[in-house]
């Protein structure tokens, strides 16, 4: 009966044990990422280009080139003396999901490099890490963006996103439709804005993209943009400029085989 007695003591105080280290642990959970989702380190050449394409050709020299390891993050792959930035977005933490055929090339001034930016560096670095889900990181960001952690660029600016074809939602969450789309554009920064406040038109343009609202409400996403799409000759000319990268793209993915696409 002693022994027995004893046994069952040390069976119990190991128990405990047990649950006191669990409740000492991160409750982050993992990313149970699959197949189906899990990022791939792209070519670095074919990721440099499309990420360049992103910017009208007189800054590209000039401008600094992020690439994505996906077990790490973004890094510095190009340092660049203009101030602009250029990076492929892999992961939109609005839409809390992760999937592997997102793909749009972006370009930042100085100014949204050190704001929005940011919180797609620490977005990327979260995912890569695996120890969180989408939609955990999307409360992460939530939350900082509501404790003044991540801010709204401070003074107006242009992005570029004059790419000749890339992968997107056209829509806000929750609808995680994603369509491969040719609609080169400007984006000019509109914090806290709604369409509605510049009277915007998606079939003509501008109009006002702010997907940060549908999570934090209306007009209380700092990430918004006023998006004015380029003249139907301009895309005409992007296209065929950037042929041999629409080959490669191709080549590599057949999701960036596209079509116009009418916003």
Request: aromatic share 12%.
């Amino acid at each position: 009966m002693n022994n027995s007695f004893i046994s069952l003591k040390k069976c119990i105080g190991s128990l405990l044990f047990f649950i006191a280290l669990t409740l000492l642990l991160p409750t982050t959970g993992f990313s149970q990422e699959t197949a189906a989702t899990k990022l791939e380190k792209w070519p670095s050449d074919l990721e440099r280009d499309f990420a360049l394409s992103a910017l009208p050709p007189h800054l590209r020299a000039g401008a600094t080139v992020y690439l994505l390891e996906p077990a790490k993050g973004y890094y510095i792959a190009k340092k660049g003396t203009n101030g602009f930035i250029c990076y492929i977005e892999r992961t939109s933490w609005e839409w809390g999901e992760f999937r592997k055929d997102l793909a749009a090339p972006i370009s930042y001034d100085a100014e949204v490099a050190k704001t929005i930016f940011r919180v797609t560096m620490d977005v990327a670095a979260m995912r890569a890490s695996g120890k969180l889900t989408a939609k955990q990181i999307r409360d992460i960001v939530t939350d900082r963006i509501r404790k003044g952690i991540y801010k709204a660029p401070a003074r107006s600016g242009l992005s570029y996103m004059l790419a000749p074809v890339m992968r997107v939602y056209p829509n806000y969450p929750p609808d995680n439709k994603i369509v491969t789309a040719q609609m080169s554009h400007y984006m000019f920064y509109a914090p806290y804005l709604n369409n509605n406040d510049i009277g915007g038109d998606t079939t003509k343009g501008p109009f006002v993209n702010n997907p940060g609202n549908a999570i934090l409400g209306d007009r209380k996403g700092p990430y918004g943009f006023m998006i004015m799409p380029t003249g139907k000759a301009e895309q005409a000319k992007i296209i065929k400029d950037e042929a041999k990268l629409l080959e490669r793209l191709a080549a590599y993915k057949s999701y960036f085989k596209a079509s116009p696409m009418d916003m």
